[in-house]
């Protein structure tokens, strides 16, 4: 089984950064893809960046030029650098994996921007 273990959630003034890591452990099959999802209070669940194993990314219009996604396959971690924070980027972030028919979900980090 994958397992997924997130950090680096924390309170933030506006305008400042924060880097979340999600680390990965067990079998992971070769073919995948780790994305960062988040979801505010009374608000769905929104998908904020996508990476690859071979690091393609994407990235919701709203997160772009703001937020970079990353992978260390070797480590089997995905970061997110989050630059120029909103009040409104904060939620509870959750690391997501899929790969082989597998969907895991981390545990989610709780981000707080403070305006």
């Known amino acids: 089984q994958v397992r997924l273990v997130e950090s680096g959630g924390g309170l933030v003034q506006a305008g400042g950064s924060l880097r979340l890591s999600c680390a990965a452990s067990?079998?992971?099959?070769?073919?995948?893809?780790m994305n960062w999802y988040r979801q505010a209070p009374g608000k769905e669940r929104e998908l904020v960046a996508t990476?690859?194993?071979?690091?393609?990314?994407n990235y919701a219009a709203s997160m772009k030029g703001r937020f970079t996604i990353s992978r260390d396959n070797a480590e089997n971690t995905v970061y997110l650098q989050m630059n120029s924070l909103k009040a409104e980027d904060t939620a509870v972030y959750y690391c997501?994996?899929?790969?082989?028919?597998?969907?895991?979900w981390g545990q989610g980090t709780q981000v707080t921007v403070s305006s």
């Open positions: 997501r994996f899929t790969g082989a028919g597998s969907v895991v």
């Open positions: 067990g079998s992971i099959p070769s073919i995948n893809a």
């Open positions: 990476i690859t194993n071979g690091g393609i990314t």
